[in-house]
C-alpha cells in the first residue's frame, strides 16, 4: 500500500477504494471538473503538475477530504462513508450528515463534540450518512438534471462504499 500510512491503516483501505471508484481519467465535457486523474479535477488544483500522480492525489485526498474529517479519529467504516461522502458530493455535505447523524450540531466543522459523539457511532450511524447522501444525489438532480448521467454510478458508489463500511465495521 502507499497511501502514507501504515500498510491495512484505515486511511489506506479508504483511499484503495476511491481510487478503485474514481476509475480511469476523464475530461467530461459536461462535467465541470473537466479533466480528472484519479478523481482529482485539474480545474480544482491548477497549481500542481499536471496530471497527478498517484501517490501525488493520494496526498491531495489525505490532505483536502481525510484529514478535514479527522478520519484517523472515527470509526473506520464510518470514517469510510464520510471520507468517500467527501469526495463526491463534497466535503461540507459530509461533515454536515456526518453530525446529523451523530445528533451534534452541524457547524461543519469536525471538532471535539462531533469526535465525542463519534465513539458511539454504529452501523446505523453509517447508515444515516449514506441515506443523506442518496437524498443528496437526489437532490441534485433534481436541481441541476444534467446531473442525472451520473445518478446511477453515484447511487452504486454510495451503496458499494456502504457495503464496505459495514464489512469493516464488523471486523472491530
Known sequence: ??????????????IDLVLELEGAPTNDPVDPGGETHFGIAHVYHPGIPWPPTREQAIQIYRHD???PIHGDELPPGLALVV???????GLGFA????????????????G?????AARYASWRTVLAVTAARLAEF???VRTYPFKTRWAAG???RALSTYREAVRLEART
Do not use: H
Request: without cysteine.
Open 112 to 116: 471535539p463534540n462531533t469526535l465525542a
Open 83 to 89: 471520507f468517500d461522502a467527501a469526495v463526491i458530493p
Open 95 to 110: 461533515i454536515r450528515a456526518l453530525q446529523q447523524a451523530l445528533r451534534v450540531e452541524d457547524d461543519g466543522v469536525v
Open 1 to 14: 500500500m502507499d497511501g502514507g500510512g501504515p500498510a491495512g491503516s484505515p486511511f489506506d483501505r479508504a
Open 65 to 67: 477530504y481525510w484529514s
Open 154 to 156: 453515484w447511487r452504486n
Open 138 to 140: 437526489e437532490r441534485q
